[in-house]
RNA sequence: GGGCCGUUAACUCAGUUGGUAGAGUAUCUGCCUUUUAAGCAGAGAGUCGCGUGUUCGAGUCACGCACGGCCCA
């Protein structure tokens, strides 16, 4: 391959070879699995059925004691897994074999087995995947254990397994090599189940609310919904610029004037922009829309979907996060945007209705200020540097500015704000929801303003979409809309610091140069 | 983009003022039928991330690069 003069040099497979390696470990466990197949063990099989469930026969047995194990000797179970850990004596050992739902330790003698098949066992490795059947007993510590009648081979492994004790810590191996983490620690696992937990939890949370869950598109032609830099993309056969999805919002509010008065998206946004410990280009996100709804209908709504989440995981709305207790138990707090620059950022009042002044203090925060942008955006980066940080425990901020909310509905009693707010916990903002902006003229505008500050060098306004407009033309009902970042309400309820400690596979750079 | 830290055997890690590269686990061989980080005896296993430089001599010092982590932007 490598030396094929035709290969192309930008082939996705580059490189494959060379990762490939080749050391003592691997020669060896090829030499044995080799004299296993000639000895007539297939190494891939596929015809192995295991009728058992590790987790499930632990469920049901690990009460019982050995003399009411040893009675029910010809009850025999079949189970299949990883082997974890071989303690090998000389015509007898133990395994530890993992399965989906948990281990168990599995007992082989030659005498039981015979002692060509115990002679082939001996070839096996630990990692290599078998099925065993066999009965329970407890051994003299008392640990329930499969004696072990039969075993066969269902997948060789031909790779060695990190060292039992400290396991795989190597965070940058950890990421690339997942199904290594996965293999070899519990808590990945359970990292992993949570987030599964979680993703149902919501779905069944908001259908039994009469929500439709719908796809809409994630290349869009019009990048729109979010205040971010999308990705771009290109269509060969259309002959045509795409890019992908930064939010859903403005497809999800086409089907709500559409008639669908209450649905929700739970699927991957696309946002080119830094990757930190709270940031993967692609997360996903939960968007809902209710008819007949304003924003503060989406508070009791919020609280009540945390909680069912965190109930669901936790199995309590009490916790601690990295050492921090939070407590979920409605009702969160509720914070004006304006008074929380004052009373947990400490900003003088004048900076409040100040566009200089603003500026000036989030420049003096370190944060990049354009010329030309806005109060609203200085108290934002304000905000972000004073405030956010210090919200720990759950906190609605309302009343957010006009001008960085170009798709939230006005306030009804001060043009300056819109009818919104974001949620806080732990430090982090956890979600968005506003009452949408109905009014087809007033969103227009708001789009012009949009376009004037994209001409300006602002790439995370929002792009005009004059379909959009049109629907609302149509008649938008009064909606309730939402956005919450599954990734970080998964790192809450794990306890986990990092996003990439939610994502099975977060973006890195190739390991080859 | 900037700062700090890391990269040594399959894994987890030592490696002193620059002087032939170490341990534990894993592996291999022998013994061992209730172990559970099993035990005992022996053995093998390394492009020290990559490159350049300094030096008689570099895992170690300098510079550059790559990848990762944390912090800042």
Request: aromatic share 8%.
């Amino acid at each position: 391959m490598a030396d094929n003069p035709k290969q192309k040099p930008e082939s996705p497979d580059k490189g494959g070879a060379r990762i490939l390696d080749d050391n003592l470990l691997m020669r060896q466990r090829r030499q044995k699995a080799q004299e296993l197949k000639e000895a007539g063990v297939p190494l891939f099989p596929n015809n192995h059925r295991p009728r058992d469930l590790i987790a499930e026969l632990k469920t049901q047995y690990d009460r019982l004691d050995g003399d009411r194990l040893e009675a029910m000797d010809d009850m025999k179970f079949s189970i299949a897994g990883r082997i974890m850990a071989i303690r090998s004596f000389g015509k007898a050992a133990f395994i530890k074999l993992q399965d989906r739902s948990g281990s168990l330790q599995c007992h082989l003698e030659r005498d039981r087995i015979g002692a060509e098949r115990y002679g082939l066992f001996k070839k096996l490795d630990v990692g290599d995947i078998i099925g065993v059947k066999g009965s329970l007993f407890r051994t003299r510590t008392q640990e329930l254990t499969l004696r072990v009648d039969s075993w066969n081979l269902v997948t060789k492994s031909y790779r060695s397994l990190p060292e039992k004790f400290h396991g795989l810590t190597d965070v940058e191996q950890r990421y690339r090599q997942r199904y290594l983490d996965l293999i070899m620690n519990q808590e990945t696992r359970d990292t992993f189940q949570a987030r599964s937990t979680i993703v149902a939890t919501i779905r069944n949370f908001l259908m039994n609310k009469g929500f439709l869950e719908v796809e809409t598109p994630m290349m869009q032609i019009i990048p729109g919904g979010a205040a971010a830099r999308p990705f771009e993309t290109y269509h060969n056969a259309l002959d045509m610029h795409l890019y992908l999805r930064v939010a859903p919002e403005l497809y999800l509010k086409r089907l709500v004037v559409g008639g669908l008065e209450r649905v929700f998206e739970l699927n991957r946004n696309f946002r080119n922009e830094g990757i930190s410990i709270r940031h993967n280009p692609e997360f996903t996100m939960l968007e809902f829309y209710q008819s007949y709804a304003s924003y503060e209908d989406l508070i009791p709504i919020t609280e009540e979907m945390f909680c069912a989440c965190a109930k669901a995981v936790k199995g309590v709305t009490k916790f601690t996060y990295q050492d921090r207790e939070i407590d979920l138990t409605p009702p969160w707090r509720n914070l004006d945007f304006r008074s929380s620059l004052l009373e947990i950022g400490g900003v003088p009042p004048s900076v409040l209705f100040d566009v200089d002044k603003a500026v000036g203090l989030a420049r003096e925060l370190g944060a990049a200020v354009r010329p030309g942008e806005g109060l609203g955006k200085a108290l934002a980066k304000i905000f972000d540097a004073l405030v956010e940080p210090e919200l720990w425990q759950p906190t609605f901020i309302t009343g957010y500015p006009l001008d960085i909310s170009p798709l939230s509905r006005t306030n009804d009693l001060d043009v300056e704000i819109v009818d919104r707010f974001e949620f806080f916990i732990a430090g982090r903002e956890m979600g968005n929801g506003f009452s949408e902006l109905n009014d087809p003229d007033d969103q227009l505008g708001r789009f012009r303003e949009q376009a004037v500050a994209r001409e300006a060098g602002d790439d995370e306004a929002q792009f005009m979409d004059l379909d959009y407009v049109r629907a609302l033309e149509y008649g938008m009902p009064p909606t309730a809309g939402e956005g919450v970042g599954i990734d970080r309400l998964t790192m809450l309820l794990t306890d986990q610091p990092s996003i990439r400690e939610v994502i099975l596979f977060p973006l890195l750079r190739p390991e080859q140069a």
